[in-house]
């Protein structure tokens, strides 16, 4: 199966390379569902493809805006420039009027279907794939019987693909207009403010106090969901005729694609035996609600209320910026560390990965020795015999 990750800037996006994405998706600064990403200028989306590709890596674009009249303006030219100039692998489309006129302006490209046409039984999948299009990104809500009953009845020349990682709306894929109620800021156009993760009261209309809906000690959060993690059902989903596993979070830190990546990536490459603990216990390491697994199995122990606030066992400390010379590795600084702290690496290198370290010396590229790394993004040299690779990660 294909593994595909988010990238919310540049910098997202060669860390997901670097800990073994297959596949990206990322958006422009028009047409996609993330409107507060870093997102890419065309011209970052030209050099993203070329990297890619050097790498027989993929790159797609997410259109997926629920399209008003107006929102077609400027859309020709963009994908235009999306087919002949960038060359991207495919673009991720919601709307079906986003997808006629994807057909009729750039016939060459590649077209998925996103989540959040809910694609949820076999007839609107064969709708679509009559339509040509070359993947559906199945809707969240479905078992693993239903997406093995759709691959079943649908033309092997249709890929699928499903969320396998991350944050679940409480919407049905993703069609919530509690944002735009709220805030004025429309989620099917990249604004959502998450307002299904804030707390909530409620007050009788001829009261003035208020009650809070009470759901467990914390607090309420009857809209929130636990975080999705299949990582131990990856044979599953492969038996089911899964094509292309799905991580969530172009809004997520690069230590979190790191963290997350990096684990489906051995899960992935060790089928089909089951992910060992210890890679399980990674995914405590980058920040999560509770997991749960979701639509896919028994409905009755899906236990979707949480706490809106993610945790996270790990800190990210230190970007590699520097291939290791056997001797020092020049880092950059994320959060605070100092002489004498023990490290872990995290690292595609199975030989070094959650390996750990002590600081023994840490120096400034001018060569002054010092006690702690300080400043946000400052570059230092730390002592290392390790081989660290540039785009490997510190953490403790």
Known sequence: ????????????????????????????????????????????????????????????????????????????????FLQNEAKVDAVIVADVGVLEFVKIHAPILDVHVSTQANVINSYTAKFFADLGVKRL????????????????????KVELEVFVHGAMCMAYSGRCLLSNYLTGRDSNHGECVQACRWKYYVREVSREDELEVEEDEKGSYIFNSK?????????????????SIKIEGRMKSSYYVA??????????????????????????????????????????????????????????????????????????????????????????????????????????????????ARKVQEKVYITCELPLKKGDILRK
Do not use: W
């Open 1 to 80: 199966m294909e593994l595909l990750a988010p990238a919310g800037n540049f910098e997202k996006f060669l860390t997901a390379l670097h800990f073994g994405a297959d596949a990206v998706y990322l958006a422009g600064n028009r047409f996609g569902l993330r409107a507060f990403a870093g997102n890419f200028s065309d011209e970052e989306i030209v050099e993203a493809v070329k990297i890619a590709h050097k790498m027989k890596k993929k790159v797609y674009i997410t259109l997926n805006i629920i399209a008003h009249d107006k929102d077609f303006e400027g859309l020709k030219e963009y994908l235009e």
């Open 137 to 156: 990104i199945l809707a969240r809500e479905l078992s693993l019987e239903e997406i093995k009953n759709i691959r079943k009845n649908l033309s092997k």
């Open 227 to 243: 975080d999705l993690n299949m990582l131990p059902y990856l044979k599953e989903l492969q038996e089911a005729g899964v094509d």
């Open 259 to 372: 963290t997350v990546v990096n684990a489906y990536r051995m899960a992935l490459d060790n089928l089909p035996k089951p992910p060992s603990k210890e890679l399980c216990e990674e995914l405590l390491k980058a920040s999560h609600r509770r997991y749960t697994t979701g639509f896919y199995f028994d409905e009755t122990n899906r236990q979707f209320q949480e706490d809106s606030m993610p945790v996270q066992d790990s800190t990210f400390i230190a970007l590699v910026t520097e291939d290791c010379d056997g001797k020092k590795v020049q880092v950059e600084m994320r959060n605070k560390f100092s002489v004498g702290d023990e490290v872990e690496i995290l690292s595609p290198d199975k030989n070094i990965f959650n390996k750990k370290i002590k600081i023994s010396k840490i120096t400034t590229l001018d060569g002054e020795e010092i006690e702690s």
